[in-house]
């Protein structure tokens, strides 16, 4: 897709639009006008019609916006249309909630390998999720090529552990510890 450049006010709007889309198609509706629109994400309804002209025509005059092709566009240009393989790493309460979770609102964020040090879970299937050994953890995460982590540890091991996960080629963490993490700056 062609590089298209638009406004940084346009660009934060964009999954504004996207997730109320999400929310027309799975309730069935077929087209949207910009007024429904602008009432359910509360961005007045000129500026939705500038904001998606940046695309060219997506919709018609007296007509509207037919909400799966919109939808469509919208996931391509948010880059919502590839899966993406996290990690889960601390399979306690919290990571058991997220492993339970494993975003199926979404489509494309899968948890796909959780890590832990308690040998009753490690090499079990949770969720549909094989559970490793923490010591299996920078291997798994390199052979999976796994961009993200979600870090669900005590705070004692959490620095630690994302080194770790950073020495193993995580580029993101999302962090549920209470600890603000150092990352390197590569």
Not at 63 to 80: A, C, E, H, M, S
């Amino acid at each position: 897709m062609d590089e298209i450049k638009i406004l940084k006010a346009t660009a934060r709007r964009l999954p504004l639009y996207y997730r109320y889309l999400i929310f027309l198609n799975d309730e069935g509706k077929e087209k949207v006008s910009s007024t429904e629109l602008a009432e359910a994400v509360q961005v007045d309804s000129a500026s939705i019609r500038r904001d998606f002209s940046y695309f060219g025509a997506l919709g018609k005059r007296g007509y509207g916006y037919d909400v799966k092709n919109l939808l469509n566009f919208f996931k391509k240009i948010l880059n919502q249309d590839t899966l993406t393989n996290v990690a889960l790493v601390g399979v306690g309460n919290m990571g058991h909630a997220l492993l339970n979770y494993n975003f199926k609102r979404t489509n494309n964020i899968r948890i796909s390998a959780a890590f832990d040090i308690n040998p009753e879970i490690t090499g079990t299937i949770m969720s549909g999720v094989p559970v490793y050994d923490m010591s299996e953890m920078k291997k798994q995460l390199r052979e999976q090529q796994i961009p993200i982590a979600i870090l669900c540890v005590p705070q004692t091991a959490a620095q630690r552990t994302a080194n770790e996960m950073f020495d193993a080629g995580i580029k993101g963490i999302m962090n549920f510890t209470p600890l603000r993490l150092s990352a390197p700056s590569s």
